[in-house]
């Protein structure tokens, strides 16, 4: 399918009222109560924006939203749509069930390739189920990090399966229904020794995203990759991690510049001294996928105000 049919129909089931689909709202409905009252997960199908079916378990929150809206992440989902094209390599790191990954692979084609990263095994047993639908998904079962070796990490209970985070060495965990668990992990300077080379990453890894962008640093001399990370201060000081603010300098000393996603369109991002929760766009001026071409070929359009821009196919903000 085709970027601009994807765009209509995101926009589409934006609109999209409870009356339009009464019986995926029901199905919504009914199960995300029946989980609760129960006590008890329950496993179903999603029905994705672009018609993509995807394994889901109530109540889980990401769940939730996906089974209601068929998708997630307004700001997210706008990104993959703007700045993926066929034929990149996708690294998902921190992919939990997978819905960006199947969102990464409808757009980057047969010539591209997805690699989800799920480093928690109940979750990632999921994620294979969704990866398996789709050819050119590859399910990774590490931890991206700063170096190579083995995490101790955190596996909540199902309902909070998106927020598993790395534990460090020194810290105890109080945690109702969670434990910690030792999962391999790897920096992905050494990962792409044996692999091919990410075009773009979406880095969601629950504080961790610090220490992910140390392991590739070579990786960001070499490349320049296309970058989505997962920013918010209030988690980071509950996982004993660095200030947010400190990764955007980070990525911005080696030239990146920095973009944020409002009501769909794509704003140069100002840095702020704490973040509550966004994911930015990092681009750096010799990305590959920065060179000027048609609106049909170019994967990003240079524009004259990158301050403003809507992507090519969104309905204009109501």
Not at 75 to 96: E, N
Not at 115 to 126: D, G, H, M, N
Not at 150 to 171: A, C
Request: glycine letters at 6%.
């Amino acid at each position: 399918m085709d970027r601009l049919e994807l765009l209509r129909r995101w926009d589409e089931r934006r609109n999209q009222s409870a009356l339009a689909a009464p019986a995926q709202w029901l199905d919504w409905r009914i199960h995300k109560k029946l989980a609760k009252w129960t006590g008890r997960a329950r496993k179903r199908q999603a029905n994705l924006f672009w018609g993509q079916p995807m394994t889901i378990v109530y109540p889980e929150n990401v769940s939730n939203r996906i089974g209601r809206h068929g998708y997630f992440e307004d700001d997210v989902t706008a990104m993959f749509l703007d700045v993926l094209r066929p034929g990149m390599v996708i690294y998902d790191i921190g992919s939990h069930y997978g819905f960006f990954s199947l969102l990464a692979s409808e757009i980057v084609g047969a010539t591209g390739q997805v690699l989800a990263w799920e480093p928690t095994p109940s979750t990632f047993a999921l994620l294979s189920e969704n990866a398996d639908r789709r050819e050119n998904i590859t399910a990774v079962n590490l931890a991206a990090f700063s170096c190579t070796g083995s995490l101790r990490f955190l596996q909540q209970d199902v309902r909070d399966s998106s927020l598993n985070f790395v534990v460090h060495e020194s810290e105890s965990v109080d945690c109702p229904g969670a434990h910690v668990i030792t999962v391999p992990a790897v920096a992905l300077d050494d990962y792409v020794t044996e692999h091919p080379e990410p075009d773009f990453l979406k880095i969601d890894a629950e504080g961790a995203e610090g220490q992910i962008l140390e392991g590739m640093i070579e990786i960001i001399k070499r490349s320049h990759p296309g970058i989505s990370l997962e920013m918010g201060d209030r988690v980071n000081e509950k996982t004993g991690n660095r200030p947010c603010r400190e990764n955007v300098e980070f990525l911005m000393d080696h030239g990146y510049q920095p973009f944020e996603y409002r009501n769909r369109q794509r704003h140069a991002h100002q840095i702020e001294t704490r973040y509550q929760y966004k994911n930015l766009l990092f681009r750096h001026p010799q990305w590959r996928f920065m060179e000027s071409g048609s609106a049909a070929q170019a994967p990003c359009q240079q524009h004259s105000s990158e301050t403003d821009h809507q992507p090519t196919g969104f309905a204009q903000p109501r």
